[in-house]
C-alpha cells in the first residue's frame, strides 16, 4: 500500500522560512517523479513543483519560481520543498505527488498517488 505522507507545515511569518517533507513507502521511490501541488481557500488545486526521479531536472510554477526549492533523497525516500520569502498568498494545502512519468505535471491530472495534503498558513 503507497502512502505519501506530508509533515513541517504549520505557520510561519512572512519572509521567513518553512520546510516540507513528504515520507513515501510502499512504492520504489527512485523510479518516480515527485512533485508538489496547493490548494489556497477558495481556489483551485495548482501546480508548485516537481523533480524528476534522480533529482536532476526540476519544474516550478511562475509563482514561485525563485522562492521554493524542490529537492529529494532517494535513499530516505523523501521528497523536500524549501519555501523562502513566503507571502500571504502561499497560503494553502500542500499536497506531495507522484508519477511515474516527469512530464504533464502542470495539469496535476493523474498522478499515481497523493499524499492527503498539510496546512501552510503564512501570516503577514
Known amino acids: 500500500q503507497v502512502q505519501l505522507v506530508e509533515s513541517g507545515g504549520g505557520l510561519v511569518q512572512a519572509g521567513g522560512s518553512l520546510r516540507l517533507s513528504c515520507a513515501a513507502s510502499?512504492?520504489?521511490?527512485?523510479?518516480?517523479?515527485m512533485g508538489w501541488f496547493r490548494q489556497a481557500p477558495g481556489k483551485e488545486r495548482e501546480f508548485v513543483a516537481a523533480?524528476?526521479?534522480?533529482?536532476?531536472?526540476?519544474k516550478y510554477a511562475d509563482s514561485v519560481k525563485g522562492r521554493f526549492t524542490i529537492s529529494r533523497d532517494n535513499a530516505e525516500n523523501t521528497v523536500y520543498r524549501q519555501m523562502n520569502s513566503p507571502k500571504p498568498k502561499d497560503t494553502a494545502v500542500y499536497y506531495c505527488?507522484?508519477?511515474?512519468?516527469?512530464?504533464?505535471?502542470?495539469?496535476?491530472?493523474?498522478?499515481?498517488?497523493w499524499g492527503k495534503g498539510l496546512l501552510v498558513t503564512v501570516s503577514s
Open positions: 505527488a507522484a508519477r511515474k512519468s516527469f512530464s504533464g505535471w502542470y495539469s496535476g491530472l493523474d498522478m499515481d498517488y
Open positions: 510502499g512504492l520504489t521511490f527512485s523510479t518516480y517523479a
Open positions: 523533480i524528476s526521479w534522480s533529482g536532476l531536472s526540476t
